[in-house]
Nanobody
Framework: QVQLVESGGDLVHSGGSLRLSCVAS????????MGWYRQSSGKEEREKVI????????VEGEVMKGRVSISRDSGTNTIFLQMNNLNQQDSGIYFC?????????WGQGTRVTVSS
């Protein structure tokens, strides 16, 4: 069973940076498309932040375009989200997602709070 565990969420000042991590387990060594989504306070939907394919192609969402990057460490089955120049609208819960074998898996999320 695939499990995703995010970490790195924190309180950060506006203009600051933060790096999130997501460790995947139960993948049987396969490299799968993964990505980051966020759910802002008061919103039900999760917005795509950025994703990376199994081959390393990166696709940015619109919500944080130009301020984020994603990387993968295949050896540890971990992906990272680097976020820069954060503002208060970036506050929310950030979720890791994986697509494997026709199933979408989600982590439990990690909270990011950006203060003024």
């Amino acid at each position: 069973q695939v499990q995703l565990v995010e970490s790195g969420g924190d309180l950060v000042h506006s203009g600051g940076s933060l790096r999130l991590s997501c460790v995947a387990s139960g993948t049987n060594g396969r490299v799968a498309p993964m990505g980051w989504y966020r759910q802002s306070s008061g919103k039900e939907e999760r917005e795509k932040v950025i994703s990376i394919t199994a081959y390393g192609t990166v696709v940015e969402g619109e919500v944080m375009k130009g301020r984020v990057s994603i990387s993968r460490d295949s050896g540890t089955n971990t992906i990272f989200l680097q976020m820069n120049n954060l503002n208060q609208q970036d506050s929310g819960i950030y979720f890791c997602q994986m697509y494997q074998g026709g199933t979408v898996y989600w982590g439990q999320g990690t909270r990011v709070t950006v203060s003024s």
